[in-house]
Every structure is written in structure tokens, then in C-alpha cells.
């Protein structure tokens, strides 16, 4: 959402897995999480085999490459901070991500982007594939939490 209008709609195929659709007005574009040596989340054209943006998975940071060469780096925002950037190959930040939690439980995000990337042509196809890879870690997270039986106070 921007405001009050739907810029994009992340769903996912199955309950289980990683497989999910992302449906917005500059395209329909699958994504999922694969590997397990080597984990990365691949984002192709609904419609279509070919793989348009790849994030890779390393240990203090993950690197997006998209088909045309362009690459970023996605790292968190710090060490107790739950919070995700986005920054060029010259580590400037372009995207701040915020997810939003209730509980245990992941509520929603805020995004802001920077005002010298508001039209940079992929920036929608960025903030898909990071909200998917923090959603997915989000829910790996929790999975290896012992179940309590409530949630933890806000």
C-alpha cells in the first residue's frame, strides 16, 4: 500500500513453502526460495521461465542481481535492530524496510524508499523480493521457537 492504494499483492501459492505470486500494475512475477547450501530467492515473470532477479544469501549481507547487471545489497539495518536496507553497489541506501510485529506474530511493514530512487525503473521489483525474503525468514525464525502457548507481550 501507498497511502490508500494497493501497489502490490504478495501471495503465496500454498500454506507451506515458498512458492508465491506477486501481482502489481509493472507485472505478475513469481517467487521462490530455494537451495539449502547455498539459499537464494528467485523472482521470474508469471508467464514466463526466465529468472529476472536472484537474491543470494550470505552471512553478513545478500546481494541482488538482476538480469540487466545491476546488482544491491540487502543487510539489516543493524545488530538489535529489526529493520532492512537496501543499498547500490556504492552503499548508498535506497530502500529502508521495517516489519511490523504483533506479538510473535508479523502484523505488516513500512517501506521508505529514498527520494533520489522514487524512479528507479525496478524499485517496485526490489521491495516484492525483500519483503518475500523477510517474510520467509520471519517464519524459519519462529518455526525453531518453542511452541509457549502465547504470545509474548507487546
Known amino acids: 500500500m ?4 494497493l501497489v ?9 513453502g515458498s512458492l ?10 513469481a517467487l ?8 537464494h530467492v528467485v523472482v521470474r515473470p508469471k508467464e ?7 537474491l543470494s544469501v550470505h ?20 545488530l538489535l535492530v529489526p529493520a532492512w536496507q537496501v543499498t547500490t553497489e556504492d552503499r548508498r541506501e535506497i530502500l529502508h524496510l521495517e516489519p511490523v510485529r504483533a506479538g510473535r506474530a508479523l502484523e505488516g511493514g ?10 528507479l525503473k525496478d524499485l517496485l521489483l526490489l521491495v516484492v523480493l525483500t519483503w518475500h525474503f523477510i517474510v520467509i525468514a520471519w517464519f524459519e525464525d519462529e518455526a525453531l521457537v518453542p511452541l509457549e502457548g502465547r504470545d509474548l507481550p507487546s
Open 110 to 119: 513500512a517501506v521508505v524508499v529514498d527520494p533520489t530512487a522514487k524512479d
Open 32 to 39: 521462490q526460495r530455494g537451495g539449502f547450501l547455498n539459499p
Open 8 to 16: 502490490a499483492d504478495l501471495a503465496w501459492e500454498k500454506d507451506a
Open 20 to 29: 508465491a505470486l506477486a501481482e502489481s500494475a509493472e507485472g505478475s512475477w
Open 2 to 5: 501507498a497511502g490508500d492504494s
Open 48 to 54: 514466463e521461465g526466465r529468472e529476472i532477479a536472484r
Open 59 to 78: 552471512l553478513g549481507y545478500h546481494l541482488i542481481h538482476l538480469a540487466d547487471g545491476r546488482s544491491y545489497r540487502f543487510h539489516r539495518a543493524g
